[in-house]
């Protein structure tokens, strides 16, 4: 009995001195699937090593991003992101094919559209580049419009929603401002409205800028950084501290919260008030 007791302590010392088994390990250059930010994961390839992985991952549209990611958000290639993106990527309207869209709000009325150019942000289909017939004596205009904003395929029965003639723009005219002062969904003026941001910069997605309005003055960035926000409804001015966004941008540019056409956006600004990036609510 006393030779019994011996073993069970000596066994249940074992369990304590000796190391659980090492997570999977990658080597540069290997294959896998990473999950930078959000709940997409990316076919990626390993360009550091363990512990702090550096990852160069493949996004929808086959551009590539850099990401730093720990070892839990690293699995072995199975193909199902890869299966996941090609599949919402079939789904989108491609160039060349004609589709209605309402680039100033369902209010205005959708007008008929040409597809130039499509762009991914990250994971998902993110702004199309159109040719739209607005009505406008100068003739057609280019626009961009997110891919989760006002576009359908062009209806082929005359029961279409009719595109509302707009006013000629000349190079001395633009269109009106917006209300910039209500945010969409808020109680309030001063509330910016929950919900995912997806950010552009130089004319593509940038991944690195999105955000997710968490709380009344809350957000969480793209890495997974917490931090807080103020908004002065008066001068549209929205500030973060702490996160991703914390110094984000250079010395002496600043951003606002405006909501044109309804659309809820953070711009980002330099000091002369032109913009250098912008997010938008999906």
């Known amino acids: ?29 290997e294959r896998v699937e990473a999950l930078p930010f959000g709940n997409d994961w990316y076919p990626c390839i390993i360009t550091r090593s363990a512990p702090n992985y550096m990852v160069k991952c493949t996004n929808i549209d086959g551009t590539t991003s850099d990401y730093g990611v720990s070892s839990n958000r690293v699995r072995p ?12 990527w079939a789904k989108r309207f491609p160039i060349g094919s004609r589709v209605e869209a309402a680039p100033y ?20 289909i993110g702004l199309y580049h159109l040719k739209c017939d607005m009505g406008y004596e100068t003739g057609p205009a280019e626009l961009d419009v997110g891919a989760i904003d006002h576009i359908r395929a062009a209806a082929h029965t005359s029961a279409a929603a009719p595109s509302r ?15 910039p002062n209500r945010p969409q969904n808020a109680s309030s003026p001063g509330v910016v409205p929950q919900g995912v941001y997806q950010c552009w910069s130089s004319g593509r997605a940038n991944l690195m800028l999105n955000f997710s309005i968490t709380g009344v003055r809350q957000y969480q960035g793209a890495n997974g950084r917490a931090g807080t926000f103020s908004f002065d409804p008066a001068s549209q001015r929205i500030t973060f501290s702490g996160g991703s966004l ?4 250079p010395a002496g540019f600043y951003s606002i919260y405006h909501a044109p056409q309804g659309r809820p956006t953070v711009s980002f600004r330099n000091s ?4 250098a990036a912008f997010c938008q609510k999906r």
């Open 1 to 29: 009995m006393k030779i019994i007791r011996v073993l069970l302590v000596l066994l249940f010392a074992a369990t304590i001195i000796l190391p659980s088994a090492p997570a999977q390990a990658f080597r540069i250059g």
């Open 77 to 88: 290639d199975s193909g199902r992101a890869a299966a996941v993106m090609a599949d919402r």
């Open 105 to 124: 709000g369902e209010q205005n009325g959708y007008h008929s559209c040409v597809v130039l150019n499509v762009k991914g942000n990250g994971a998902t």
């Open 165 to 179: 003639p707009q006013p000629a723009m000349s190079a001395g005219r633009t269109l009106p401002a917006a209300q």
């Open 246 to 249: 914390d110094g984000v941008m």
């Open 272 to 275: 002369s008030g032109n913009e």
